[in-house]
């Protein structure tokens, strides 16, 4: 005698698609799940007599919807609008025994997918409530893609944008508008170029955009993006490299993907920087010697030579002249050396010292120090230095190098008298000190070259000062930026980490 097999427990699946028959008549409603169960398996199939109750059901979640015209409560086609507020992806048939094309065109303008007369064919209920159901996932694939789209785009780490044929910003992720300080929604409709790109640049990213707009293929432009709130004010400004991208089907939107490349840039610049004063290190230890000895012969014999002037038998206004001539030589070897110190102090790789350092207490030291020289040409000092925390760690004297040359060069720059003032403030984790001068101010075109060796606005000046300290707070993992506007003074900041 066989034995048996007890059949396996199967795991209820979920149904293939939810269909929702709303009519008053009960045997015609009967007759419409039998068609549509024999022809598509797999559905749920449930039923409302009128449009409240259909509602109350919709609301649970359906497919498709086979709504009479003619309903107790309410006209179907009255129905369609709340029927696709409550369940968004789904499709509603109007079904009627009465037909006209003016009624079918009404219809099919108020949203219903189709229009079936009662004296349908089994088959073509089939057929169209099949298409239906098909569309209904293609709509909801299409919402999964969307998601998911939207999900990658503001998860990702690089900045995302879109601009219409305007150039107005259509759509920006997260990580964009957190830079740009906006929400995501108020960018929207704002023009890009003129809110967020400088002028210097404006050009160029134009014309990247209209290129990528005539061909399918992508664009890719370098330009300073000045995130700014949507008053104008640009606080900072960011390099960015945009890819610049259509798709096929819509010659107007333009897709952009930036990288922000400021610090791979400075570190770049600096890394360049770096072997150019390696270079320039090892010529100076080289040098360094055979051009002090002749130096130190020439101050000598220059000082003899001063004495004997003294003692030569000459008419005064020929003795003042020589003795002038002496000064001037004097002085210009003076400048040599300063200018060999410093470019030594520029070119030696020496290490720093780490130690605590009140910085407050340090620049006030300093401003005591150029006080006279300050008053001497009509400059005021102006301190507002806090007096708890401020503490740095780093390199006691070398800090204070950094401060004596900003100062120094505040004062020189005012040459019609004016106010110096400095503030140190602890921020965060940094130690922030400004100084901030009513001098003539730095022209825009050379503002950016102020921190290379041997650029100088100065008659005699060396145009090692600036490129010294920035050399030094890099080397204590600080940052120094000057804004500055023709007029109106130059500020300068310095940042560095506190110690802990």
């Not at 707070?473 to 130059?490: L, M, T």
Request: hydrophobic content about 45%; charged content about 30%.
């Amino acid at each position: 005698m066989p034995v048996s097999t007890p059949a396996l427990p199967t795991a209820s699946r979920p149904p293939l698609g939810r269909v929702l028959i709303v009519d008053d008549n009960a045997e015609l409603v009967d007759t419409l799940r039998a068609v549509i169960a024999s022809g598509v398996s797999g559905l749920a199939i449930e039923t409302a007599a009128n449009g409240k109750a259909a509602l109350a059901m919709a609301r649970k979640g359906f497919d498709v919807a086979i709504v009479d015209v003619k309903l107790p409560d309410i006209s179907g086609v009255d129905l369609i609008a709340p029927l696709r507020e409550a369940s968004p992806f789904s499709e509603v048939l109007l079904l009627t025994g009465f037909a006209s094309v003016d009624a079918a065109i009404g219809a099919l303008r108020s949203g219903a997918f189709a229009f079936v007369l009662k004296s349908f064919r089994p088959e073509e209920l089939i057929s169209i409530v099949e298409q239906a159901l098909g569309k209904v996932q293609l709509k909801r694939e299409r919402e999964e893609l969307e998601r998911r789209y939207r999900d990658l785009v503001e998860v990702t780490d690089v900045l995302f944008t879109a601009v219409d044929e305007n150039d107005n910003v259509a759509l920006m992720n997260r990580k964009a508008a957190s830079i740009v300080d906006v929400a995501p929604d108020a960018a929207i409709g704002q023009p890009l170029l003129e809110s967020w790109i400088p002028s210097d640049d404006r050009a160029a990213m134009r014309s990247a955009l209209v290129q990528t707009r005539d061909a399918l293929q992508t664009r890719a432009v370098e330009v300073e993006t000045g995130f700014a709130d949507l008053s104008g004010v640009t606080p900072s400004r960011r390099r960015v490299r945009w890819h610049l991208s259509r798709s096929p089907g819509d010659r107007a939107l333009v897709y952009g993907i930036g990288i922000d490349i400021t610090e791979r840039r400075a570190l770049e610049r600096r890394a360049a920087d770096a072997e150019a004063l390696s270079a320039m290190g090892e010529l100076a230890m080289n040098l360094a010697h055979e051009i002090r000895n002749p130096l130190n012969a020439a101050v000598l014999q220059l000082h003899l030579l001063k004495r004997n002037l003294d003692r030569i038998e000459a008419e005064a206004p020929v003795r003042a002249t020589l003795q002038d001539r002496v000064r001037i030589v004097g002085d210009e070897i003076g400048r040599l050396n300063r200018l060999l110190t410093e470019f030594l102090e520029l070119a030696r790789p020496r290490g720093i010292g780490r130690e605590p350092v009140h910085v407050p207490s340090l620049v006030d030291e300093v401003l005591d120090l150029e006080e006279e020289s300050a008053k001497g040409r009509g400059v005021q000092f102006v301190r507002d230095l806090c007096e708890e925390g401020g503490v740095a760690l780093g390199d006691r004297e070398k800090l204070k190098q950094v401060t004596i040359n900003i100062v120094v060069n505040a004062i020189e720059a005012m040459k019609q008298g004016g106010t110096l003032t400095v503030r140190v403030r602890p921020e965060g984790e940094r130690v922030v000190m400004t100084l901030e001068d009513t001098g003539p101010g730095i022209d825009p075109d050379v503002l950016s070259n102020v921190f290379d060796p041997f650029f100088t606005t100065k008659e005699a000046g060396t145009g090692l000062g600036l490129s010294i300290v920035r050399k030094i707070v890099d080397q204590h993992g600080g940052e120094v930026h000057i804004e500055s506007e023709r007029g109106k003074g130059a500020k300068v900041t310095v940042s560095i980490p506190m110690g802990r």
